[in-house]
Structures are given as structure tokens and as C-alpha cells.
């Protein structure tokens, strides 16, 4: 799905391992290498190294069909950073509201000279219309996903892969622990999935109703108070309310019964290993999954991820640039 491969070049003693890719819409067809490339030039970009000179011009849109302030904000920043021209689009005013479908709306973006489109989606799998074309369908534009419904988020999921390796410089062994929302959480899907192939030890709490006996393959479900001694990484989950239309368990929540039972607070901060972290996506519903007053706190690295999400992206972008040829890099 993605056709990535790797691209390797010498620069004095330094051997630079770039992935290629024509599309990046999921992390399940990513090797090992290629995820440690990603990261190893996301940590460069971080380290203030140079970033690609372009000799052609290279234009993306940021197409968000669901709300988003970090990743929209991320990408966008990403891609300043990188040289590309950003094209505005809106479409609370866009001709989807017309009934044109988003597979027409690319078509028109690439007739337009757009390159990249940067998209996020309620459907599950949406680019799968706009990569897999007919015969008679000519759309040529790269695609990134920034969230597809409950699917995939590979974004956050390698920003994830880099903060946990910025920490700990490596994966081997690590004990994480994903916890709350987990059916609902596109993010854990795609972090179970690749941390397995990492070689961590992947745990799951949170409500028994919102996990699927699916991900069972993947860890071990627990009661969060046998996992908190023991945990390297701590990955929470926002309760995705707006995904719970007809579940009744929405219709019982209680924000303070479930900080109460699954949420971290001050005594089982206190109780976390010196070294372990506490991820989470955002945006974090305060006093629900971590205490408000625990957001900076040392072993909280939320703001750290956002910082690294602009730094992944770049990596993720240069990526589809070498593998489409545009800027002038390949």
C-alpha cells in the first residue's frame, strides 16, 4: 500500500537512509528500518539539520473534514518548514457540501497544480478511493493521512514511536500500557500494531466496554492499579464522546467516576517508576484521564509530543516528496 523503499546516501562518513514513499496513509506496511529512518530524520530535523533545498516548486492543501487545532496546526507547520507552497482549504465552504465527492475534489486540487493533500476524515479508509483508481480515473496526487475515522492516525503514531525513543533510546523489553477509550482510538490501533513490532510489551486497561477481545493479539488486558508500578510508558486515551452515538454506557458517564477508576491522579502518579512517562494524544479532557494539574508535570511529556509532531511530519512529508520526485528531490 504505501510502496516505500529506501534511497541510502554517503555524505562523508554518515550514510543517510532516506524512505520513499507515493503515498503515507498507514503504519502497518512500514518495516522496522523504515520506522527507524523516520524517526532518526525527525530527531535531525529536531537538531536544527538542514533541511532539503528545493528547486521546483511544491504545492499541498490541508484538507480537514473533522475538527483539529494540533494536527492541522502541526502539518501545516511541518510544511513552512519544509519550503512547500500551502494552498488554503476550507470545507465548511467547499463544494463536498455540494454533494462532490472528495475523490472529485482531488481530481480538481491536481488539475489545479496541488501536489500533497494532507487529509483527515470520518471514514474509515477513505483513501482508499483515491489511491486504488480505475481505468479510466487519472488522479496523480499525493496522500497523506492525518486521521481516517477510527482507523489509522500514523502521525501520531510516529511522533509516539519518536518521543518514547527520544526517552528511552529504544524499544526492546518496554512496558506501555494503553488506556481508556481503546475501541473508539484510531491512535491506539496504530500504536498497539507497530509497538508490537518494536518489541514492546503492549498492555490495555481502561472500561471493558470500550475494548475489543480483537486486540488481544496485540497485550493483555489489566486493571489499571496492578499496572501503574510496573509500566514504562503510560499512554492515556481522550474519552471520544462524539463516537459514542447509541452506546449506552455514553448515556451513564460520569467524568469524575471515571478519573476516580481509570484516570491518572496524584496518588498513582506518585506510584509510577522514576523514568516512566505519561503520553497522551490530546486534547486531554482535564480531571477525566490525567489531573489538570499533572499536564506539565516532569514524568507528563504531552507538550513534548506536540513538539515532536512537527519535526515526524517533516520527515513523513520529505518521505512522499523523494518518493513522487517533487521539489526536485528523489
Not at 111 to 128: F, K, P, T
Request: aromatic share 10%; net charge negative; proline share 3%.
Amino acid at each position: 500500500m504505501l510502496q516505500a523503499f529506501f534511497a541510502r546516501k554517503n555524505f562523508g562518513m554518515e550514510t543517510i537512509n532516506y524512505v520513499n514513499l507515493e503515498n503515507f496513509v498507514s503504519v502497518e506496511d512500514l518495516s522496522e528500518d523504515e520506522v527507524t529512518a523516520l524517526i532518526k530524520r525527525a530527531e535531525y530535523f529536531k537538531q536544527g539539520g538542514a533541511v532539503p533545498k528545493l528547486t521546483k516548486p511544491v504545492y499541498v492543501t490541508n484538507m480537514f473534514f473533522e475538527d483539529s487545532s494540533r494536527t492541522h496546526t502541526s502539518f501545516e507547520m511541518a510544511e513552512r518548514k519544509m519550503g512547500l507552497t500551502v494552498i488554503p482549504f476550507d470545507p465548511a465552504h467547499s463544494s463536498v457540501n455540494k454533494g462532490e465527492t472528495l475523490y472529485d475534489t482531488s481530481l480538481i486540487m491536481n488539475a489545479l497544480g496541488v501536489d500533497l493533500e494532507v487529509i483527515r476524515h470520518s471514514q474509515n479508509e477513505y483513501y482508499e478511493d483515491l489511491i486504488h483508481t480505475g481505468d479510466y480515473q487519472h488522479l496523480n496526487i499525493g496522500i497523506v493521512n492525518a486521521g481516517d475515522g477510527s482507523g489509522q492516525h500514523p502521525s501520531q503514531c510516529l511522533l509516539d514511536m519518536m518521543t518514547i525513543h527520544e526517552h528511552f533510546g529504544h524499544f526492546k523489553g518496554l512496558k506501555v500500557a494503553i488506556v481508556g477509550d481503546i475501541t473508539n482510538s484510531r491512535v491506539a490501533k496504530s500504536n498497539m500494531e507497530l509497538l508490537n513490532r518494536l518489541g514492546a510489551e503492549v498492555y490495555f486497561s481502561g472500561p471493558d466496554y470500550w475494548y475489543d477481545s480483537a486486540f488481544d493479539k496485540y497485550g493483555k488486558f489489566e486493571e489499571l492499579d496492578k499496572l501503574i508500578p510496573e509500566m514504562d510508558v503510560m499512554m492515556l486515551l481522550r474519552v471520544q464522546h462524539e463516537r459514542h452515538a447509541g452506546d449506552p454506557n455514553e448515556r451513564k458517564f460520569d467524568a469524575q467516576a471515571y478519573h476516580e477508576k481509570y484516570g491518572i491522579n496524584q496518588k498513582r502518579y506518585d506510584q509510577l517508576k522514576d523514568d516512566t512517562i505519561i503520553m497522551h494524544p490530546g486534547p486531554i479532557n482535564h480531571d477525566v484521564e490525567l489531573a489538570g494539574k499533572l499536564v506539565e508535570a516532569p514524568k507528563s511529556m504531552f507538550f513534548k509530543q506536540m513538539q515532536n509532531g512537527v519535526f515526524m511530519r517533516m520527515a513523513m512529508i520529505e518521505a512522499v516528496m523523494r518518493g513522487r520526485h517533487l521539489g526536485g528531490l528523489n
